[in-house]
RNA sequence: CGGGGUGUGGCGCAGUUGGCUAGCGCAUCUGGUUUGGGACCAGAGGGUCGAAAGUUCGAGUCUUUUCACCCCGACCA
């Protein structure tokens, strides 16, 4: 069972498939771009959508579901959005399978094809703002707040695990409002319930902004986002939040009467995340030991491993081992007791290390003599012998001490790799090396596009909570006047 | 769709200019010794060499066709 992970300076990428796979994560399904999620993987995510699905509630969304297929003339309504998404659709066009005629095996029956083609959800606003035609006639019925977990299909040239597979797990809000100021104001609600998730959770500093219009969502006024750095200085799109203005209500026909009792439009806002969180939590922490998972991410915060050689050592061992987890238990902490008898306890400590749970705990012969255990911290790899007594105050003191080490380690990596730039030549050469640069930007679609032919960067976003930059300056490439400074990347 | 590459036990690979019974590492199984950082020894099981056709006394190796996957582009959360 003996894993070896690429080194992470070696090979970026190949170090990231090696982890996703090795940590137990995920794998390649059969199925081509797809990706089976993994029990340990899944452990994971399932936290991510616990602590996720608690925010928004607190916010009065509730959850519910729509259907997967979606009528093709549904999707062709709004022209931005089917444009956006047409190439990447995988469409349903039979229902009906049958023997085949000249042999073995099964057929596409001709006799079964639809009148009209299935589109499988690359995103659900159409199928949304159909429904939301009949839900809605009044001022009263406003604003309806809704969100579903969910699977989605991208048929992508090209994939990576949890990066881009051609069908993954989201989370997908899609608000109704009266007022624009309202939806307006329920996509930055949004995004700062992702940007509050991704520092405080995931240990992930993120910069919040608004997407140039080159990069906003297909049929969005306003696209805000959260984007991270990965080790590699490449931009990570963790999240997005966008205010649609009036086109899907307009394209579905999804009016209110108003207080006044005149009809209008209703103003909309989508926002979602996906497991490509799980690409940001490998690529934002892990090391050359495997992952590093922030505490209140992990699915095992402590795990313990059983030092022993006669079965009278293994039976004291684990009596003290399954009173501590019981003492973590009834803290709120989740741990593990690794007891697998056909494990040498190197095998094991490499292993959850690879899984990257945030504490170990190791207990033997001398550590019962002692009335000691030793503890071992993942983002630091060092470990301590502590007595005891107390030893669960202070693993949950520790935990946090972890939480906050990782966000800072990760703060000041991206600190590190943030600079201003205001030449053309040097941002060239500067971008390609795994920098944010931090730019004058005439606001142009043409200067943008054309520095993201040139150099394949593209702008991560405008910021509006860090590294805020309003002063007057030139362009990077055109050398006209600018106001701000904007967030230029290379991206995942 | 353009450029490049790879298909050989579960995984990773070797296999020379065609040659004998297709090998190696890891994993698996059995037995024993081990157990404070990925154990060791001994033994065992497991492959129609991606598929089809052809050349040949003989094909993993040569030819043709075909399929699949990977990497670099275009596209994208």
């Not at 190791?362 to 550590?367: L, N, P, T, Y």
């Amino acid at each position: 069972m003996a894993k070896e992970v690429t080194k992470r300076s070696e090979n970026y990428s190949q170090w990231y498939n090696d982890l996703a796979l090795k940590a137990d994560l995920a794998e390649q399904s059969a199925v081509r771009g797809c990706m089976v999620i993994k029990p340990y993987g899944y452990a994971i995510w399932e936290k991510m959508q616990g602590t996720l699905d608690a925010m928004f509630k607190r916010t009065g969304v509730q959850n519910a579901y729509f259907p997967l297929f979606i009528p093709k003339s549904f999707f062709s309504r709004e022209a931005e959005h089917v444009a956006g998404f047409a190439k990447e659709c995988a469409v349903v066009t039979h229902h009906r399978l049958m023997n085949d005629p000249d042999g073995k095996g099964v057929v596409v029956d001709p006799d079964a094809k639809l009148e009209e083609e299935l589109i499988v959800r690359p995103t659900s606003e159409t199928i949304i703002w159909s429904t939301y035609k009949n839900w809605i006639t009044s001022w009263r019925d406003l604003p309806i707040l809704c969100n579903q977990w969910c699977n989605v299909v991208r048929w992508e040239m090209r994939t990576r695990l949890f990066l881009r597979t051609a069908e993954f797990l989201w989370q997908e809000g899609h608000t109704a409002h009266a007022t624009a100021e309202e939806a307006e104001a329920k996509a930055y609600e949004m995004v700062q319930v992702y940007a509050d998730f991704a520092r405080n959770v995931m240990a992930l500093p993120v910069i919040v902004g608004h997407k140039s219009p080159n990069e906003r969502f297909a049929g969005a006024l306003d696209t805000l986002t959260i984007e991270a750095m990965m080790q590699d200085g490449k931009a990570l799109q963790a999240g997005t939040s966008h205010f649609l203005g009036q086109n899907f209500a307009r394209s579905f026909d999804v009016q209110f009467t108003n207080k006044e009792g005149k009809q209008e439009y209703v103003w909309a806002t989508s926002w979602g995340v996906s497991t490509r969180l799980m690409g940001a939590l490998i690529m934002a922490h892990g090391d050359d030991n495997g992952l590093v998972i922030p505490p209140r991410l992990a699915p095992v915060q402590v795990v313990m491993v059983p030092i022993y050689k006669t079965e009278e050592e293994r039976t004291a061992v684990l009596d003290k081992l399954c009173a501590i987890k019981q003492e973590l238990e009834a803290m709120g902490l989740s741990a593990r007791v690794d007891d697998r008898d056909t494990l040498r306890p190197g095998f094991k400590f490499a292993e959850w290390e690879l899984k990257g749970v945030p504490v170990r705990l190791a207990m033997g012969a001398r550590d019962l003599a002692s009335g000691t255990v030793e503890v071992a911290r993942r983002d630091t790899l060092t470990k301590e012998t502590m007595p005891l007594d107390g030893i669960a105050e202070h693993i949950s003191a520790l935990l946090d001490a972890i939480q906050q080490n990782i966000y800072d380690k990760a703060l000041a990596f991206r600190d590190a790799h943030v600079e201003k730039c205001d030449n053309w030549e040097e941002f060239k050469a500067k971008i390609q090396t795994g920098k944010f640069l931090l730019c004058h930007w005439d606001g142009t679609v043409e200067t943008e596009q054309a520095i993201k032919d040139a150099t394949k960067a593209t702008i991560r976003c405008i910021p509006i909570d860090s590294y805020v930059c309003e002063e007057e300056g030139t362009d990077i490439y055109s050398g006209k006047p600018s106001h701000r400074r904007v967030v230029f990347a290379i991206s995942y």
